[in-house]
């Protein structure tokens, strides 16, 4: 991943000033105890490209403005600014809300009925993914259907991957498949040899989002309907790959010992396959052998192969050992990389040693690497962790003073953080801050304030949260809704409880809740663990104490409780104990 940095300079900051700023501070984030350094820093100007400035304000207010709650009613404010719309002012607005579909919907179809105005594929593309990702695939289908047929077909190899991951990640397999099917059935796709691509795609996605069984029978429907057919060595090792993220070591192994059976030469993405693997596993040494075994059919090791053995044994605490393989890769042709780095920096964050991850960090600087926000977030995860809030502010302050532009995870880990702490107005104005650096408000973001603002019983403002949600696009959770109209109705708010239902119902949503939540059968569910866990501690007893199999069965066999069976058992030996 590359480094992104905000707009404060037009240079790149050097790696000198970097590790200056954030590491040889007075104010050291590490050690500062009292009030976080809450000096705000100013946002990043938004770029525009080419677009009215002005126009771009206009839009920008008037999807954060909750009394634009239609499409017609957006439409009819566009119109009355007089708003003129661009390629690239739309992609930007696009850019800038990409968890409001609702909204970018309504205003990419205005902008297609303006005259003059043609959008580029990737507009296209961001459109159908903005609503696949909200999961809006009739809506998605509809904007695809309506392009198959034109001579200038936006529609590309890259929108049918789109609607096959967001189907994968929505644990939807057979309508992703359909999808790869009909897409293979179009004259752009087939007769431009992309049909091989798109169906590594599709095991990709499923494999990815653990549906590797998924894959793999498809993968064996196709070869058993055509004897041809010869795999590319790319499909095996995705397929390789699913059943160890999918951590089911026996069918891995099994599809390894096929590979070698049939005659497929394997490649160094393979191997780094299964050292991944292995090491997803906590195999490591089983992945240590196969860097020398890669090595004896003349398979040179890189940074793919060494990378998850760094980062298996930092995840362990071993890391003299892990800087060891570090040494070993820096002899190797393509050396560490950021992500070497990354991982040594996750290892010593996990273990709680801040001061081994900053040295870390020190020496990538030291030797040409820029952290990345991920580098941060593993701090940032600590903070959250721990509840450690004025280290994780500071943090965050001198990032953004040092010339980084925190990503969208960052922003998760500091509300996550604060809401669990409950710092509620701190919370506020990094949900501020995120959407003014340009990251819009998505349902996990959003989730998380709502939850705070109703324990903190600020349900005014909850529910105009949950009302936004609604505006932009996004369904909230049942449980969201679930423990709002809960907490309203025990207070009586009876006229607020209506307003949220109301809101509710105007959006298709699920009502089923995760067995976690459930406000009228919390003591129940209690109890029944509590219960539970006595039978087994009792049957555990029993088979400590006793040693005849046929005593076990009769035990099995009667209608007393488990705990009285015990209870009896120990009685009876305590007994026989006395009288010898």
Known sequence: ??????????????????????????????????????KWPAPPLTSTSSSSPNHYTVICNLFTDPAIASASALESALERAGVHPTPDLIQSIFDRFDSSPKLLHTLFLWAEKKPGFQSPPVMFNSMVNSLAKSKEFEEAWCLVLDRIGDGDSLVSLDTFTILIRRYARAGMPEPAIRTFEFASSLKQIYNSNQETALFEILLDSLCKEGNVRAATEYFDRRKEL????????RVYNILLNGWFRSRKLKHGERLWMEMRNEGVLPTVVTYGTLVEGYCRMRRVERAIELVDEMKSVGLQPNSMIFNPIIDALGEAGRFKEALGMMERLSVCESGPTISTYNSLVKGYCKKADLVGASKTIKMMISRGFIPTPTSYNYFFRYFSKFGKIEEGMNLYTKMIESGYNPDRLTYHLLLKMLCEEERLELAVQVSKEMRARGYDMDLAASTMLIHLLCKMHRFEEAIREFEDMIRRGIVPQYLTFQRINH?????????????LCDAMSSVPHSSNLPNTYEPNKGHASHARRTSIMRKAEAMSDILKTCKNPRELANYRSSSESAVSIASRLVGNIKKRVKET
Request: charged residues 25%; hydrophobic residues 35%; positive net charge.
């Open 226 to 233: 055509d004897g041809s057919w010869i795999p590319t060595i």
């Open 487 to 499: 907490e309203l109705k025990k207070r009586g708010l009876t006229e607020m409880s209506r307003k």
């Open 1 to 38: 991943m590359k480094a992104v940095f905000s707009s404060y300079s037009h240079k790149r900051p050097s790696a000198s000033l970097l590790r200056r700023k954030l590491f040889f501070s007075d104010q050291s984030w590490l050690s500062e105890q009292g009030n976080p350094l809450i």
